[in-house]
């Protein structure tokens, strides 16, 4: 099974910060992996898929990047809505598996 | 708009069983492949199974693989996960989610986009 090792674990920043989330897989997998954000009490909600595409109504501050084991999200102004928990997932027909996530705080 | 809206959670015992629903609404329900995710309380997100959209395939994790049945009835917009010998690491918000795409299966990859508000299972004795 593929493993998708997310980090870091927890990420301090500030309004206005550069902020990247890395994910590694443990085998080739192109580029399917999709990236979610949550909040607190809610449902994740999906921001990039194939990697690098943004979902429709996606701030475009929020980019993705990386194909093959890597691959990384970035926030490029950090805003207060986006202080929230990050989850990169690697999608097939027959799995789905997350990395452990990020929590920017 | 999508609507997804998850029921039957409760709080069962080791080793019982219990059948969760998941009602669609606002899509062709018949032509997306959904989904069953948990999260563990103050835990991450974990996929759990898949179904296609026309049920020809249905996938699981190995955490639950023998024990989950994932099923869909594409006359009444619904979707179900039968959890039979329920374990307490079972336990957890599930989420039923839709794919991203309609249509989409075999070498059509996709992942969820929309997700319902869960539903709360707790196995404890």
């Known amino acids: 099974d593929i493993q998708m090792t997310q980090s870091p674990s927890t990420l301090s920043a500030s309004v206005g910060d550069r902020v990247t989330i890395t994910c590694r897989a443990s085998?080739?997998?192109?580029?399917?992996v999709a990236w979610f954000q949550q909040n607190p009490g809610k449902a994740p909600k999906l921001l990039l898929y194939?990697?690098?595409t943004l979902d429709t109504g996606v701030p475009s501050r929020f980019s993705g990047s990386g194909s093959g084991t890597e691959f990384t999200l970035t926030i490029s102004s950090l805003q207060p809505d986006d202080f929230a928990t990050y989850y990169c997932?690697?999608?097939?027909?027959?799995?789905?598996?997350f990395g452990q996530g990020t929590k920017v705080e | 708009q999508v609507q997804l809206v998850e029921s039957g959670g409760g709080v069962v015992q080791p080793g019982t069983s219990l059948r969760l629903s998941c009602t669609a609404s606002?899509?062709?329900?018949?032509?997306?492949?959904m989904y069953w995710v948990r999260q563990a309380p103050g835990k991450g997100l974990e996929w759990v199974a898949v179904?296609?959209?026309?049920?020809?395939?249905?996938y699981y994790a190995d955490s639950v693989e023998g024990r989950f049945i994932i099923s869909r009835d594409n006359s009444k917009n619904r979707l179900y996960l039968q959890m039979n010998s329920l374990r307490p690491e079972d336990s957890g918000l599930y989420y039923c989610?839709?794919?991203?795409?309609?249509?989409?299966?075999?070498?059509?990859?996709?992942?969820?986009?929309?997700w319902g508000q869960g539903t709360l299972v707790t196995v404890s004795s």
């Open positions: 989610a839709r794919d991203h795409w309609a249509n989409c299966g075999g070498d059509c990859y996709s992942s969820p986009k929309y």
């Open positions: 606002g899509f062709i329900f018949r032509t997306y492949a």
């Open positions: 179904i296609s959209y026309d049920r020809t395939y249905e």
């Open positions: 085998q080739p997998i192109d580029k399917w």
């Open positions: 194939r990697a690098s």
């Open positions: 997932q690697h999608y097939n027909t027959y799995s789905g598996t």
